[in-house]
């Protein structure tokens, strides 16, 4: 087998009573540290929703064999090697773009940790911050943690002048969710990267009692450490069943940041993520605020929009490469933008902790701008750049009918000065530099690519033209 099984959990947090007749009675997952007793309850009702909105409620099960975890990226990977390939080509391309773009200062504040912990350490983000990590440009010592070990086809390259080595990302075999295994690998440690997580993926094979153990119990666990920690979490837990209603009535959900503390959080299930995913990452983003908050713990919280290899949950007829390039406006981030603000979120964790920043591509105009429904919205986009229909269609591609949905991009441009290298306009700036090579015209567009016009080729890398046709990004 490409998987190889991770240690069965010690003890899987029974959340809920197996029978539905018990719904009352109390819940005996552990309580996390970072919440007092008094708010036990609201915990309690937010996952004791989930549990009856969720379709999967089968109980959970500490026999965690291989058909419970191919249903996440590594397994993808691991049975189609044509998508392997592609998402290691990405990561490649990330992996090499950042670590040209990182000042000598930068380094040294890397190097300043002497070792750092990557949870998630075999998934798609934390296996390319680990390949960054150890790239020859900044040669940091990094233990990575996963609860599947890299197979072969898993292993990753990385480019040591001119050959390739391959490595692992996995340096333990360990889930986070075991406290005293977790606490003695990072005892050498001197910050984290927490990309662990079940995600949307893992839905129909896990419960939401082991959603919770990961997600939750997990992210205590490392907040306990008590190192600088970059929180890896997620803008799906800001799609409730009521944005979910306004997107289905023809309306556009402009997506606000939520930097509030978890005192005043909803919890009707309206206005609470959808499903045991956002739910429980919404949790975890608490007990990161509440960390900082009350022990001055440095943890930044990302959320991170769209950014895997395949939008292979998305049911449209489009190309993956027209999806992601429409997924543009508001929707999704690109891996190499991803990694760069991750690893800038620990270069300056002292400046930016306590901070809950949405990493997506920003929308090319103001924050709310313009007025009106979904398709008032992708009429005035096609107006405003009204040759990108033409862009679009040389290549077979359809623009956007309605724009349902944009997040909050602000936080993470204004405080971390991130310019990411994709966003929506750059991205039809290579198709309009592409066909002005067949047919030159001095055309003028307003366009905000987020690069200065003498940039060069190196600083937009890997924003290229092949990339883009075929959705390497």
Request: contains cysteine.
């Amino acid at each position: 087998s490409l998987l190889q099984e991770s240690p069965v959990r010690k003890s899987m947090p029974q959340i809920f009573p197996t029978s539905s007749s018990s719904s009352t009675s109390t819940p005996t997952s552990p309580l996390p540290s970072f919440i007092t007793q008094s708010e036990r309850i609201s915990w309690d009702q937010i996952i004791r929703s989930t549990h009856d909105v969720e379709m999967t409620i089968t109980p959970p099960t500490t026999d965690r064999n291989e058909n419970n975890i191919k249903t996440g990226l590594h397994s993808f990977r691991a049975s189609d090697r044509r998508l392997d390939d592609f998402a290691n080509r990405i990561q490649q391309q990330a992996v090499q773009a950042v670590a040209a773009s990182l000042n000598d200062s930068e380094i040294q504040r890397l190097k300043s940790y002497g070792r750092i912990l990557v949870t998630g350490s075999a998934g798609y983000l934390g296996a390319t911050l680990v390949m960054l990590l150890k790239s020859k440009r900044i040669d940091l010592q990094v233990v990575g943690i996963d609860v599947v070990r890299n197979g072969p086809s898993l292993n990753y390259k990385i480019s040591n002048n001119n050959d390739n080595i391959s490595v692992s990302t996995v340096d333990h075999c360990i889930d986070v969710a075991d406290s005293k295994r977790l606490s003695d690998v990072a005892s050498s440690c001197s910050a984290v990267f927490h990309t662990a997580a079940l995600h949307a993926p893992n839905a129909s094979k896990h419960h939401v009692a082991e959603f919770y153990s990961t997600n939750v119990v997990g992210t205590d666990n490392i907040l306990q450490l008590g190192l600088p920690t970059v929180f890896t979490s997620t803008t799906s837990l800001t799609v409730t069943p009521g944005v979910k209603s306004r997107i289905a009535n023809g309306e556009i959900a402009w997506l606000d940041g939520s930097p509030s503390d978890f005192i005043g959080a909803p919890t009707d299930a309206v206005n609470l993520p959808r499903n045991k995913y956002g739910r429980t990452k919404l949790l975890a983003e608490k007990l990161c605020a509440r960390a900082f908050e009350e022990k001055g713990l440095d943890c930044a919280v990302l959320r991170a929009s769209r950014f895997f290899p395949e939008d292979i949950m998305d049911g449209s007829s489009l190309s993956v490469p027209n999806i992601k390039a429409n997924e543009l406006l508001g929707r999704r981030v690109s891996l190499v933008d991803l990694l760069d603000a991750h690893v800038h979120a620990l270069i300056n964790i002292k400046a930016f902790h306590g901070v809950i920043s949405t990493l997506v591509a920003p929308w090319p105009w103001s924050w709310r701008h313009p007025e009106g429904n979904a398709k008032a919205i992708a009429a005035f986009v096609a107006k405003e750049r009204s040759d990108a229909a033409v862009l679009y269609a040389k290549h077979g591609w359809k623009m956007p009918e309605m724009i349902s949905c944009v997040r909050d991009f602000r936080n993470a441009v204004e405080l971390f000065n991130w310019k990411p290298r994709f966003t929506w306009d750059s991205l039809l700036e290579v198709l309009r530099q592409e066909q002005s090579k067949n047919n030159p015209v001095n055309n003028e567009h307003d366009i905000n690519t987020g690069n200065d016009s003498n940039t060069n080729d190196l600083d937009k890398f890997p924003l290229t033209y092949k990339n883009i046709l075929e959705g390497a990004f």
